[in-house]
């Protein structure tokens, strides 16, 4: 037995793991640390996991006053005292969190509670943090005594780097990053989307649930396996984990019926339950597989969502409006599409603006068929969602990042603006969305798009070369075409528009190309969305419509 051993069930562990001969890590290079803890070099032996984190955790840069383990034991007495620490209520921030056990003993199921109110003590801005009874728990497992385990959790919430995000500590952190959770899954994990668009009420109620498969569900070797990997490269590990999870639900479950009133609790049921399906192994090779985004992307995209709630005054714990009653059937009204196809493309649109409602700006049956009203209309507004109806009743349209007025920064020329936000679909004859080529095929822009290869574990600063400072200090805006080293401008001709014309996709044609009258158009495939037609080739609108997106919290 080593000396990580006191707060160990044994009986629970897996004992294999303190059988394996222990090794030494030599390596600090970024690049081998990463491969070793995806490989799990350090998780065949218990007390070399040990060390392990706690070298990574002594690495992680700090304020300058970080509690440590001295401090613990000054206050643990004034704060637990004798006290049985299981009768002793917890802090608000854990949000009745699962507070897991784990494999731990009786010993160190008490500590966790003791450890949590010490943090609570030292850290009073924390105001929402359920990830951390998971956390304490795990390195629990891994230290020498409460104090030790204290301290290190103290290094992860005292992270003062601005590139290092580890654990979210804020009720805006983490609703931002349910928000971005849901924006990843709709982007990279489009079949089980539509299954829980179906099925759910209220869908990013399901994907604030991100955070408890992993720091909750997960079974004890799983979550050390992810953990191993996410102190050494950092939170983005987190979101591809619970992709991968998602992934998984969906193929095992796909067709099958419910197997509780909630798809919530089915997927928590699922993940509990994961060794029955996945191995560790399996799944952290299913995260790595996904070809997410860039760290630099994510972050603007999860400041993006920051922003968003901010702006609405979501900043505390609040009862959710229904996010998917966003389209009300009583006062929703469209010549082209039903409630329940404008809620389908509600639940393709980003996070940020799902909480809006749908507000007309402009349809050529009021306003008539004239470009310039067009413009006039829906110029002020972002993004817009256009909507086509042919007279051969097909129906087809596109959500547009940037507003219209942008046009005019080119001049009287015809200039491509937008970003990798843009889509283009068809809803009628038959469903079908197409998304900014690069999402699918990020190789196409591998020179630019930020390397996985950092010098530095977990992350690197959004004031990298490829984002120049924006003058309007605006955030630079997620999945800007200048964030990407592309082939050619083909791959990012997202909208633009003349007094001539309106064009939607571009490069080896065009997705959607309407003239000034808005009486005629045209569809092709086109290098930006990679897409099919979006209806006859040539073809004669019947009505067009033009949707703005209204902020239903602030009136």
């Given at each position: 037995?080593?000396?990580?051993n006191r707060f160990v069930d044994w009986d629970k562990m897996d004992v294999t793991v303190q059988s394996q001969d222990a090794k030494e890590l030599t390596c600090t290079e970024f690049q081998e640390l990463k491969q070793l803890a995806r490989q799990g070099y350090w998780a065949k032996n218990h007390s070399l996991r040990a060390k392990v984190y706690q070298k990574l955790i002594s690495n992680i840069p700090c304020r300058t006053v970080t509690p440590d383990a001295n401090v613990y034991r000054d206050i643990v007495v004034k704060i637990v005292g004798k006290r049985?620490?299981?009768?002793?209520?917890?802090?608000?921030?854990?949000?009745?969190?699962?507070?897991?056990?784990?494999?731990?003993?009786?010993?160190?199921?008490?500590?966790?509670?003791?450890?949590?109110?010490?943090?609570?003590?030292?850290?009073?801005?924390?105001?929402?943090?359920?990830?951390?009874?998971?956390?304490?728990?795990?390195?629990?497992?891994?230290?020498?005594?409460?104090?030790?385990?204290?301290?290190?959790?103290?290094?992860?919430?005292?992270?003062?780097?601005?590139?290092?995000?580890?654990?979210?500590?804020?009720?805006?952190?983490?609703?931002?990053?349910?928000?971005?959770?849901?924006?990843?899954?709709?982007?990279?994990?489009?079949?089980?989307?539509?299954?829980?668009?179906?099925?759910?009420?209220?869908?990013?109620?399901?994907?604030?649930?991100?955070?408890?498969?992993?720091?909750?569900?997960?079974?004890?070797?799983?979550?050390?396996?992810?953990?191993?990997?996410?102190?050494?490269?950092?939170?983005?590990?987190?979101?591809?984990?619970?992709?991968?999870?998602?992934?998984?639900?969906?193929?095992?479950?796909?067709?099958?019926?419910?197997?509780?009133?909630?798809?919530?609790?089915?997927?928590?049921?699922?993940?509990?339950?994961?060794?029955?399906?996945?191995?560790?192994?399996?799944?952290?090779?299913?995260?790595?597989?996904?070809?997410?985004?860039?760290r630099k992307e994510i972050q603007l995209l999860q400041m993006a969502n920051e922003k968003a709630l901010q702006q609405k005054g979501i900043t505390v714990k609040q009862k959710r409006q229904n996010v998917h009653l966003a389209v009300h059937a009583e006062n929703f009204k469209s010549e082209i599409v039903s409630v329940k196809e404008m809620r389908d493309i509600w639940s393709w649109i980003p996070e940020r603006f799902a909480l809006c409602q749908p507000l007309l700006l402009f349809t050529t049956l009021e306003h008539g068929c004239s470009l310039s009203r067009?413009?006039?209309?829906?110029?002020?507004?972002?993004?817009?969602?256009?909507?086509?109806?042919?007279?051969?009743?097909?129906?087809?349209?596109?959500?547009?990042?940037?507003?219209?007025?942008?046009?005019?920064?080119?001049?009287?020329?015809?200039?491509?603006?937008?970003?990798?936000?843009?889509?283009?679909?068809?809803?009628?004859?038959?469903?079908?969305?197409?998304?900014?080529?690069?999402?699918?095929?990020?190789?196409?822009?591998?020179?630019?798009?930020?390397?996985?290869?950092?010098?530095?574990?977990?992350?690197?600063?959004?004031?990298?070369?490829?984002?120049?400072?924006?003058?309007?200090?605006?955030?630079?805006?997620?999945?800007?075409?200048?964030?990407?080293?592309?082939?050619?401008?083909?791959?990012?001709?997202?909208?633009?528009?003349?007094?001539?014309?309106?064009?939607?996709?571009?490069?080896?044609?065009?997705?959607?190309?309407?003239?000034?009258?808005?009486?005629?158009?045209?569809?092709?495939?086109?290098?930006?969305?990679?897409?099919?037609?979006?209806?006859?080739?040539?073809?004669?609108?019947?009505?067009?419509?033009?949707?703005?997106?209204?902020?239903?919290?602030?009136?």
């Amino acid at each position: 037995m080593d000396e990580y051993n006191r707060f160990v069930d044994w009986d629970k562990m897996d004992v294999t793991v303190q059988s394996q001969d222990a090794k030494e890590l030599t390596c600090t290079e970024f690049q081998e640390l990463k491969q070793l803890a995806r490989q799990g070099y350090w998780a065949k032996n218990h007390s070399l996991r040990a060390k392990v984190y706690q070298k990574l955790i002594s690495n992680i840069p700090c304020r300058t006053v970080t509690p440590d383990a001295n401090v613990y034991r000054d206050i643990v007495v004034k704060i637990v005292g004798k006290r049985n620490s299981s009768s002793l209520p917890l802090p608000e921030f854990v949000d009745n969190s699962l507070v897991p056990t784990y494999c731990l003993n009786a010993e160190g199921i008490g500590a966790v509670r003791k450890i949590i109110l010490c943090i609570a003590n030292q850290f009073p801005d924390i105001s929402f943090c359920p990830a951390l009874p998971s956390v304490i728990a795990l390195l629990l497992h891994y230290s020498k005594d409460e104090a030790e385990c204290f301290e290190q959790v103290c290094r992860i919430l005292a992270c003062n780097d601005p590139s290092k995000r580890l654990i979210d500590q804020t009720f805006l952190a983490f609703e931002s990053s349910c928000m971005t959770f849901g924006d990843l899954v709709n982007k990279y994990c489009q079949a089980a989307h539509k299954l829980m668009v179906a099925v759910s009420e209220d869908v990013l109620e399901v994907y604030s649930d991100w955070q408890r498969w992993l720091f909750g569900e997960l079974p004890m070797v799983y979550i050390a396996r992810v953990f191993d990997v996410f102190l050494v490269e950092g939170y983005k590990v987190l979101y591809r984990v619970a992709l991968a999870l998602l992934k998984f639900f969906h193929k095992v479950r796909a067709g099958q019926p419910l197997e509780s009133d909630s798809i919530q609790q089915d997927i928590r049921a699922f993940v509990r339950d994961i060794a029955k399906s996945v191995s560790p192994e399996r799944l952290l090779e299913k995260a790595f597989a996904i070809r997410l985004f860039s760290r630099k992307e994510i972050q603007l995209l999860q400041m993006a969502n920051e922003k968003a709630l901010q702006q609405k005054g979501i900043t505390v714990k609040q009862k959710r409006q229904n996010v998917h009653l966003a389209v009300h059937a009583e006062n929703f009204k469209s010549e082209i599409v039903s409630v329940k196809e404008m809620r389908d493309i509600w639940s393709w649109i980003p996070e940020r603006f799902a909480l809006c409602q749908p507000l007309l700006l402009f349809t050529t049956l009021e306003h008539g068929c004239s470009l310039s009203r067009f413009y006039s209309h829906s110029e002020g507004h972002e993004p817009t969602l256009l909507l086509i109806k042919t007279t051969a009743k097909e129906v087809c349209g596109a959500y547009l990042s940037t507003d219209w007025s942008e046009r005019r920064r080119g001049g009287n020329k015809l200039s491509f603006f937008g970003t990798g936000e843009c889509f283009v679909f068809r809803l009628q004859p038959e469903v079908e969305r197409y998304e900014w080529v690069i999402i699918k095929h990020p190789e196409l822009a591998t020179a630019g798009s930020e390397p996985e290869n950092h010098t530095s574990p977990a992350g690197s600063t959004l004031a990298s070369s490829s984002v120049p400072p924006d003058p309007s200090d605006r955030l630079s805006p997620f999945l800007s075409a200048r964030h990407f080293n592309l082939p050619s401008k083909t791959a990012s001709m997202f909208m633009a528009g003349s007094s001539e014309c309106i064009i939607i996709g571009g490069g080896d044609g065009q997705a959607l190309y309407l003239d000034a009258d808005l009486n005629h158009g045209r569809t092709s495939h086109c290098n930006t969305f990679n897409n099919q037609p979006l209806c006859s080739e040539n073809f004669q609108i019947s009505v067009l419509e033009v949707w703005g997106f209204r902020d239903t919290m602030n009136g």
